[in-house]
């Protein structure tokens, strides 16, 4: 299967209004803020520590302010509508864990992407559905053409693939 890597779709698309700072109280005092801050690229598991939170998204001035299906949030994450999650869902729930967050609502959750590969070069085709390269300092996300025909044929908006 192809590999493709997974990015915003543009600007049009309102961003969650949620940072890493607005959460950190629920961990525990013996994790650093600066580990805590690149949970992503530890390949840290949130879901130990994690209390749904109320949000929202965020507006970007001189844009469309689409609501998203599905976008990215912080390094390796994906922010799932309740749309996107119920066909996506369990197709990638076994490559990372889902957090729960309530917009106007409904519930979103934020998929936590943690499998993981070493590096791109070389690599055959990707046979799992997502994963992300712990050798990039951006942390990005990459998938495989089932993935990505899955959100074509759902037609879920947010996202785009760079092959």
């Avoid at 055959?124 to 998938?143: A, R």
């Avoid at 053409?145 to 959100?151: G, L, N, P, Q």
Wanted: proline share 6%; hydrophobic share 35%.
């Amino acid at each position: 299967m192809s590999m493709y890597r997974i990015e915003n779709q543009g600007f049009d698309y309102q961003e969650l209004d949620l940072e890493i700072d607005d959460i950190i109280d629920q961990f525990p005092d013996y994790m650093s803020t600066l580990y805590i801050h690149d949970f992503s690229k530890n390949n840290l598991a949130l879901t130990p520590y994690w209390k749904p939170v109320a949000t929202g998204f965020s507006e970007i001035n001189g844009n469309e302010n689409l609501l998203p299906d599905i976008t990215y949030w912080i390094g390796g994450t994906l922010v799932l509508s309740p749309v996107a999650y119920r066909y996506l869902g369990e197709l990638i729930r076994p490559h990372g864990e889902f957090l729960p967050v309530h917009i106007d609502g409904q519930t979103y959750y934020i998929f936590n992407c943690l499998e993981t590969i070493n590096s791109l070069t070389g690599v055959t085709p990707l046979s799992k559905p997502i994963v992300k390269n712990q050798n990039e300092i951006s942390e990005n996300l990459y998938c495989n053409a089932h993935f990505k025909s899955a959100i074509e044929e759902f037609d879920l908006k947010g996202i785009s693939f760079c092959h």
